[in-house]
């Protein structure tokens, strides 16, 4: 493939919140919009696939690597105006909250601490504490690879969201930037709400470990897929070097020598125990990427 900055053969492993995955045949830093379009054309072109990622949460990338091109998504454009704001997909998502603090902004504080960009936060809705991006989020502007690079601007509506759902799980569309409409706040209550949100998600969560953020979606309100883990008595498990979080069920941990494989089997003995002991079955929060065969 003629692609400008090209790599090959890049192990994957350190671009990933869970520390471990196999090389890309093909590795791609793109920084702006032309560099996305041409490498996925020549990809298309080429029948190469194709896998976009941004901050590396909620992906478990296989031992055995990605066999053809890999694209980490880095770019990074914001712009306000008034209480809209628009981001390009690679803007972490702490920044963008920072941002927001900065111009008085609320409407994504609820996201402080989460190691995803705009791009994957908008493709998994990204939630928690009763909040989802849908909640915000006015435009999408994405790309159809399979039609030509065809640039779409959806709506909220179009973006066909629900929990931890959207449109983008189940269409080749590639995210360029979205656009919220956030509302106006003091700065001091916004900062105090942000420093509150900071301190549980340190007490509740394990931070700064390699981890993908929750494995599963919640089954429901009342069901919570960390506390159904909890009363299977799989709190800190340990299969390998994958490890069940003794601080949060829902959680897995790499304790710093996991595999992918070691990963994957744990989430699936979890899946296992909960539909033996409970009835319910588990659906994983995390995308499997260069696997052979799906997970169940």
């Known amino acids: ?18 520390g471990v995955g196999g090389p890309a045949k093909f590795f791609l830093i793109a920084s702006n919009k032309n560099e996305l379009l041409h490498a996925l054309q020549e990809a298309h072109r080429e029948a190469v696939p194709t896998f976009v ?9 296989a031992d055995q690597g990605f066999p053809g091109l890999v694209i980490k998504m880095e770019l990074r454009e914001m712009n306000f105006s008034g209480t809209t704001v628009r981001a390009e997909a ?7 909250i920072t941002e927001c603090l900065r111009h008085e902004l609320s409407g ?3 996201a402080i601490g989460v190691p995803a960009t705009v791009g994957g936060g908008v493709w998994a809705n990204l939630g928690a504490r009763g ?7 006015t435009q999408v502007h994405a790309i159809d690879p399979t039609q030509a690079m065809k640039e779409l601007f959806l709506t909220n509506q179009e973006c066909q969201f629900a929990y931890r759902e959207s449109i983008f799980k189940h269409k080749p569309y590639i995210i360029l930037d979205a656009t919220f409409n956030l509302k106006l706040i003091d700065k001091t209550v916004l900062q105090a709400r942000l ?11 394990d931070l700064g470990s390699k981890t993908a953020g929750c494995a599963f979606r919640n089954p429901s309100a009342d069901k919570p897929a960390g506390k159904l883990i909890e ?14 979080s003794e601080k949060h069920a829902n959680f897995i941990v790499n304790t710093g020598k996991a595999s992918a494989d070691e990963i994957a089997q ?26 052979q065969f799906p997970q169940v």
């Not at 690679?90 to 963008?96: E, P, Q």
């Open 1 to 18: 493939m003629n692609i400008p900055h090209l790599q090959t053969n890049i192990p994957l492993s350190g671009y990933t919140t869970y």
């Open 53 to 61: 990622f941004g901050g590396g949460s909620d992906i478990l990338v």
């Open 90 to 96: 690679g803007v972490k998502l702490s920044y963008l």
């Open 108 to 110: 994504l504080e609820y």
């Open 131 to 137: 909040s989802e991006i849908k909640d915000v989020l």
């Open 195 to 205: 420093k509150e949100l900071a301190k549980l998600r340190t007490t509740e969560q």
């Open 231 to 244: 009363l299977a008595g799989l709190k800190g498990f340990s299969l390998g070097g994958a490890k069940v």
């Open 266 to 291: 744990l989430i699936s003995y979890i899946k296992q125990q909960v539909r033996d002991q409970f009835g319910v079955q588990l659906q994983e929060e995390v995308k499997y990427v260069g696997f």
